[in-house]
Structures are given as structure tokens and as C-alpha cells.
């Protein structure tokens, strides 16, 4: 019989901490959201989630192919050309992060609007 730990995000040692971490980052969500159209070329998902550097979506990528959310495709051919999907893990991942693109896209005129006020206040 094996043991298996009850994880809790809110104790400091859980080491699930690490993966909402990586997946709260705004970076690793924009490119969750435009993977889960399909395999797509790193100049595309460049081009896709505005803003990011070249050097920020190479390092972003490379730790979600390390947490195993995305597979990254190289095909042998001049110019190299590389491609990266979700896998079955992040494609979990899509459906919750679409949801907070889409909540954030519907809400940040009331968002706005508090700032305004609290700054105003203040």
C-alpha cells in the first residue's frame, strides 16, 4: 500500500505551491489559452500573446515542458522548425485559465472604476 501525502497549497513546505505559482503567472496563462487552439509555432505564440520577449516565452515554455504541460515538437528541417502543444496535463489547465481570460476581459470596467474610486479616496 502506498502513501500518498495530503497536499495543501496553504502549508509553506507543499510543494504543490511551486505549480500555482508557475500556473498564476500571467505569462504561463496567456500561453495556456492560445495552446488550447492547438500546436502553434513559437514565433505564433510570440506574435499571440503580446508584449512577451522572445527570452520570457523561451523560459516560460521550457518550465511548463518541464511540469509536463506542454510537449514541444522540433521537426528536422532548415530552418529548424519547432512547435509547441498542450499535453493531456494542461489541456486540464485551458478550460480554468480561458475562465479567468474571460472574467478578466468581462470585468475590468468595474475593475477601472474601483481603482478610480480607491485612488480617489485615498
Same mark, same amino acid.
Given at each position: 500500500?502506498?502513501?500518498?501525502?495530503?497536499? %495543501?497549497?496553504?502549508?509553506? /513546505?507543499?510543494?504543490? $505551491?511551486? !505549480? +500555482?505559482? =508557475?500556473?498564476? %503567472?500571467?505569462?504561463?496563462?496567456?500561453?495556456?489559452?492560445? +495552446?488550447?487552439?492547438? $500546436?502553434?509555432?513559437? $514565433? &505564433? #505564440? =510570440? /506574435?499571440?500573446?503580446?508584449?512577451? !520577449?522572445?527570452?520570457?516565452?523561451?523560459?516560460? #515554455?521550457?518550465?511548463?515542458?518541464?511540469?509536463?504541460?506542454? !510537449? $514541444?515538437?522540433?521537426?528536422?528541417?532548415?530552418?529548424?522548425?519547432?512547435?509547441?502543444? *498542450?499535453?493531456? #496535463?494542461?489541456?486540464?489547465?485551458?478550460?480554468? #485559465? !480561458?475562465?479567468?481570460?474571460?472574467?478578466?476581459?468581462?470585468?475590468?470596467?468595474?475593475? *477601472?472604476?474601483?481603482?478610480?474610486?480607491? &485612488?480617489?479616496?485615498?
Amino acid at each position: 500500500m502506498s502513501y500518498e501525502p495530503d497536499w %495543501n497549497v496553504l502549508t509553506a /513546505t507543499c510543494p504543490s $505551491r511551486t !505549480s +500555482l505559482a =508557475r500556473i498564476a %503567472n500571467k505569462w504561463t496563462a496567456m500561453i495556456v489559452i492560445v +495552446l488550447g487552439k492547438g $500546436r502553434t509555432r513559437f $514565433r &505564433d #505564440l =510570440r /506574435t499571440a500573446v503580446e508584449g512577451i !520577449s522572445g527570452k520570457v516565452l523561451t523560459e516560460t #515554455l521550457r518550465d511548463l515542458e518541464r511540469d509536463g504541460l506542454v !510537449s $514541444r515538437h522540433v521537426f528536422a528541417e532548415v530552418p529548424p522548425r519547432v512547435e509547441y502543444e *498542450l499535453t493531456d #496535463l494542461g489541456r486540464t489547465l485551458h478550460a480554468p #485559465l !480561458s475562465a479567468i481570460g474571460q472574467w478578466a476581459e468581462a470585468h475590468i470596467a468595474e475593475v *477601472l472604476d474601483a481603482r478610480e474610486r480607491y &485612488d480617489r479616496e485615498r
